[in-house]
């Protein structure tokens, strides 16, 4: 099954990817595809492979992972913020056999490739030559166009994406094969799973929305147009220049969007759009409103996870009269809100949200079985989010029953950060957890115990994490305690630190 391939052959002039100036047809995007699948195989690299994509959007970006998967390997997209220490955990952990670099990378590169054992091949992407790296446009020129005959069992090929960690690491959300019939399933749920129609990608290509709608407009024949970074005004320029149908944002950008003058929305024509789909954190209704005005009644909604897919959409009839719904289960979802002995609850009683297994679902966490144990209760799975549901069906995220931070769009993992921040010699004990923030929902605060006689002071503790860690998790804001909750098992009470912050709010996420 090569729906790429039918593509080129029904529409060979039509476009399939554009990048600013830059444009492959179809024909050009597969054959290009073909030839860097060939070169990667020429490199050594087996089925089943994991490759790393660690480059800013562009248009090579968007081509790499289709030609991983055509080599039967599996794409593991990196996020671009994150410091040597995390870098070299990823390539590690991953068994990254190689490694797609952008220009703005080599430096760090060039830092951790000693270190990054399982790498075997270096690929620059961009400008820049190195000894110790082959070019992506090299291997594109000397790839042989013939395709490479798909496996079956792959279906539209796999993926990897680190979501970050509950338990100090990040973790791999391993999908070997993406299920043809689940994603047909949600691509007509936003009414895009015809030829024809435009994806603009306005976010980051790592993140596993952006790179997902991205792969699956391709998989039903549609283009791809790729912002190498957002902004706002660009964002309605290029919907109005390519006539974009279809994008995937955050809440933020969208927010970005609205809050421009009216007379610079004014100039640009976007009703062209079909589905502006929102997703990644809790969209204020005020955000909502606006969206609605300006691209009229395109604006879709969704709940889900780079583990368990989209499971619950609100379409866009539903959004002023469902305020603060996620919408409804998703076409071949199944939910169910357990309470804590795995017992349905009532409507409109809070439960922890589970998904009933299918096909589509993420296999495991890569090399980590008790994490994967961890998320599933049966034959349900779950990321911990507690939400409950109305006489209609309707989903509301209430709270998180584990500690992830969404701070614009961002998951960020408190444990992942308290574990940089024990290292600090002048700590005693810390308890990251997520305030409120009114433009972006959430920031990092860090309750510090620091040692007797430290003399620690927030810009301290802030400067240590941001040297550790990429700088968007790194604390916005410390407050100094003598001494923390406990249980009488000694467990933190995390809660009542926290809970404060989100007193009077209906809430807590």
């Known amino acids: 099954m090569d729906p790429l391939a039918a593509h080129a052959e029904r529409a060979p002039e039509a476009p399939a990817l554009i990048e600013g100036e830059r444009a492959l047809t179809w024909r050009a995007f597969v054959e290009r595809r073909n030839r860097l699948a060939n070169a990667l195989r020429g490199l050594g690299l087996a089925r089943g492979e994991h490759v790393i994509i660690w480059a800013p959007n562009s248009l090579e970006t968007a081509l790499a992972p289709a030609a991983i998967r055509a080599a039967g390997a599996i794409p593991v997209p990196m996020n671009h913020r994150l410091v040597a220490d995390e870098i070299l955990y990823i390539l590690d952990h991953s068994d990254a056999a190689a490694v797609f670099v952008g220009d703005a990378f080599v430096p760090l590169a060039e830092q951790v490739r000693a270190r990054a054992v399982t790498v075997r091949r270096w690929i620059l992407v961009g400008a820049e030559r190195r000894p110790w790296a082959g070019h992506v446009d090299d291997l594109i020129a000397a790839g042989d166009p013939a395709p490479i005959p798909a496996d079956p069992a792959q279906g539209l090929g796999g993926s990897m994406i680190y979501t970050g960690g509950t338990t100090g690491r990040p973790k791999g959300a391993l999908r070997g094969a ?71 944002m955050a809440p933020t950008l969208v927010q970005r969007i609205v809050d421009l003058p009216e007379r610079v929305r004014a100039r640009h024509d976007v009703s062209s759009m079909r589905a502006l789909v929102v997703a990644a954190a809790p969209c204020p209704m005020r955000v909502k409103e606006e969206a609605l005005r300006v691209f009229g009644p395109a604006l879709f909604e969704f709940y889900g996870s780079t583990e368990l897919g989209v499971n619950t959409i609100l379409r866009p009839e539903d959004v002023l009269r469902k305020p603060n719904s ?63 549901m109305d006489d209609e069906g309707f989903v509301y995220i209430c709270d998180r029953k584990r500690d992830m931070i969404i701070s614009g769009g961002v998951n960020i993992y408190p444990a992942e950060i308290e574990d940089v921040l024990h290292r600090h010699p002048a700590i005693d004990d810390v308890a990251v957890f997520g305030v409120p923030d009114d433009d972006w929902g959430e920031r990092v605060h860090a309750a510090v115990k620091p040692r007797a006689g430290a003399g620690l002071t927030a810009q301290d503790v ?48």
């Not at 495991?364 to 599933?376: C, H």
């Open 178 to 248: 993406i299920d043809p019939a689940v994603t047909r399933r949600y691509m007509e749920a936003f009414g895009l799973a015809e030829p024809g129609h435009v994806h603009l990608v306005a976010g980051p290509l790592y993140h596993s929305a952006p790179g997902g709608f991205a792969h699956a407009t391709h998989v039903f024949g549609g283009a791809v147009v790729v912002m190498r970074k957002f902004d706002p005004e660009e964002a309605l320029a290029t919907i109005a220049r390519h006539r974009c149908t279809s994008t995937f």
């Open 326 to 388: 996620c919408g409804r289960a998703a076409p071949g979802i199944e939910l169910a809100l357990l309470d804590d002995e795995g017992r349905p609850v009532p409507p409109g009683t809070p439960g922890e949200l589970h998904v009933r297994r299918f096909a589509g679902m993420f296999d495991g966490y890569y090399k980590d079985p008790e994490a994967t144990r961890q998320a599933q209760r049966g034959e349900w799975s779950t990321v911990g989010d507690v939400a409950w």
């Open 462 to 509: 802030v400067a240590f994490a941001r040297k550790h860690m990429a700088d968007y998790k790194a604390p916005r804001e410390v407050s100094f305690h003598d001494d923390f909750p406990r249980d009488a098992a000694g467990k933190l009470w995390k809660r009542v630190l926290r809970d404060p912050y989100w007193a009077g709010r209906a809430s807590k996420v």
